[in-house]
């Protein structure tokens, strides 16, 4: 009883030739440390890792690569102290090209604009 092998393709090699991922969502995650109470609720079951806790028991962004904007930590705040915003393409690209940059080490050019007061006109 002979079997006859086929040259079917893994899914490795499948994967590894097709199309390619699409990028995951990122998120901007801002924490209100006057509002924070210091639990760590968020800090403990971040799923990626975002957020660490500073030496004064407050919740940092350390890792805002990271961030997909599941929102389990704005959700489970106790004290309303987290805000999550889903990043939009064109950010992420600029967030992306910013790190480079740094990494590099060269900054942005940046282009002075007039000042204004809080009235609206210039000064």
Same mark, same amino acid.
């Given at each position: 009883?002979?079997?006859?092998?086929?040259?079917?393709?893994?899914?490795?090699?499948?994967?590894?030739?097709?199309?390619?991922?699409?990028?995951?969502?990122? #998120?901007?995650?801002?924490?209100?440390?006057?509002?924070?109470?210091?639990?760590?609720?968020?800090?403990?079951?971040?799923?990626?890792?975002?957020?660490?806790?500073?030496?004064?028991?407050?919740?940092v962004v350390a890792f805002?690569?990271?961030?997909?904007?599941?929102?389990?930590?704005?959700?489970?705040?106790?004290?309303?102290?987290?805000?999550?915003?889903?990043?939009?393409?064109?950010?992420?690209?600029?967030?992306?090209?910013?790190?480079?940059?740094? #990494?590099?080490?060269?900054?942005?050019?940046?282009?002075? #604009?007039?000042?204004?007061?809080?009235?609206?006109?210039?000064?």
């Amino acid at each position: 009883m002979a079997t006859e092998e086929t040259a079917e393709e893994s899914a490795v090699q499948v994967h590894k030739e097709g199309k390619s991922r699409a990028a995951r969502p990122r #998120g901007h995650v801002k924490v209100f440390g006057t509002w924070c109470k210091g639990c760590g609720i968020c800090v403990e079951f971040c799923p990626q890792g975002v957020l660490t806790m500073d030496s004064q028991g407050r919740p940092v962004v350390a890792f805002p690569e990271k961030c997909t904007a599941c929102h389990w930590c704005d959700t489970h705040c106790p004290d309303l102290a987290i805000i999550v915003r889903r990043l939009e393409p064109e950010e992420v690209k600029e967030l992306t090209e910013l790190a480079e940059l740094a #990494g590099q080490g060269a900054a942005p050019a940046v282009q002075p #604009g007039p000042v204004h007061s809080q009235e609206g006109g210039e000064r």
